[in-house]
Each structure stands twice: as C-alpha cells, then as structure tokens.
C-alpha cells in the first residue's frame, strides 16, 4: 500500500521560510517522478515544482523559481520542498505526489498516481 505523509507546514510571516517533508511508504521514490502541488481556497490545484528522480532534472513554477527548491534523500525515502522568502500569495494546502509512469517532468494533475494527504502552509502577519 502506498502512502505519502506531507509534513512541515504552518503559519509564517511574509519573507519567513519553511521546509515541507514528504515521507513515502511502499514504493521506492528514487524510482520515480515526484511533484508538489498547492491549491488555495477557490483555486485549482498548481503545480508548485517537480522532480526526476531517476537523473535529478527538475522543475519550478514562474512564480516560485528562485524561492523554492526541491530535494530528495532517497535514504530516507522522503522529498522536500525548501520554501524560502515566502509571499501570503504561497498560502494554500500542499501536496506531494508521484508519477509512476513517468520518466520526464510532468505538470498536470492527471499524470500523478499517488497523493498526500497535504499540508497547510498559510503566509501572514
């Protein structure tokens, strides 16, 4: 049984910093395309960033290149998404998910098999 438990979420003053976690179980991530995605009340679900585990190519949304970065530690069998010089535009729920089918960056919600439960990462004052 597969399972993706996101963790590392909060509440952060604009400009602060957060790392979510995404701890996976029953499959080997290094295997596989990971992406976190966000979506904000009244919003669709975004891509956020993405990345390729099997040659380490990776991808990020406009508005977070720069700011955001992800990781793997396939030791752990965990990704992270390294959040930095946060905007309350960032609030919303994050989720990490997985492609098995995929070996190329990939960015719409259909291509992703597995998903996390999300994390709620709100920006404010």
């Known amino acids: 049984q597969v399972q993706l438990v996101e963790s590392g979420g909060g509440l952060v003053q604009p400009g602060g910093s957060l790392t979510l976690s995404c701890a996976a179980s029953?499959?080997?991530?290094?295997?596989?395309?990971i992406g976190w995605f966000r979506q904000a009340p009244g919003k669709e679900r975004e891509v956020v960033s993405c990345?390729?585990?099997?040659?380490?190519?990776?991808y990020y949304a406009d508005s977070v290149k720069g700011r955001f970065t992800i990781s793997a530690d396939n030791a752990k069998n965990t990704v992270y998404l390294q959040m930095n010089t946060l905007k309350p535009e960032d609030t919303a729920v994050y989720y990490c998910?997985?492609?098995?089918?995929?070996?190329?960056?990939?960015?719409?919600?259909?291509?992703?098999?597995?998903w996390g439960q999300g994390t709620q990462v709100t920006v404010s004052s």
């Open positions: 029953g499959l080997t991530l290094d295997d596989y395309v």
């Open positions: 998910a997985v492609s098995m089918d995929s070996v190329v960056v990939v960015t719409t919600t259909d291509d992703y098999d597995y």
């Open positions: 990345f390729v585990n099997s040659d380490g190519r990776t």
